[in-house]
């Protein structure tokens, strides 16, 4: 069974940094996909950006794109999402998502059948 343990959110200020972890556990990732979501109050969850296990390629959503880093430490089993220059409309609980098989992108969250329990990142102006 996968799990997924998110760490690293927090409070920053406008133009600052973050660095999110995904611990993953529970199967071998290396042909999966992993992925970063994002819910802000009201809205819906929606797409931040994925990196394949096996390539490190990666895909960000055009919000996001320039801004964050996602990577992976394959001796440590962990994703990363490396955010810079904040903004206020990043605040937003940031989840880990992981499946073997996404076809489309950019991914829907059902897309993904592993979801972490998600982080709190807060960007004060």
């Known amino acids: 069974q996968v799990q997924l343990v998110e760490s690293g959110g927090g409070l920053v200020q406008t133009g600052g940094s973050l660095r999110l972890s995904c611990a993953a556990s529970?199967?071998?990732?290396?042909?999966?996909?992993m992925a970063w979501f994002r819910q802000a109050p009201g809205k819906e969850r929606e797409f931040v950006g994925t990196?394949?296990?096996?390539?490190?390629?990666?895909y960000y959503s055009d919000s996001v794109k320039g801004r964050f880093i996602v990577s992976r430490d394959n001796a440590k089993n962990t994703v990363y999402l490396q955010m810079n220059s904040l903004k206020p409309e990043d605040t937003a609980v940031y989840y880990c998502?992981?499946?073997?098989?996404?076809?489309?992108?950019?991914?829907?969250?059902?897309?993904?059948?592993?979801w972490g329990q998600g982080t709190q990142v807060t960007v004060s102006s």
């Open positions: 998502a992981a499946d073997s098989i996404v076809r489309r992108y950019p991914p829907k969250t059902q897309d993904f059948g592993s």
């Open positions: 529970g199967r071998t990732f290396s042909s999966y996909v």
């Open positions: 990196i394949r296990w096996s390539s490190g390629i990666t």
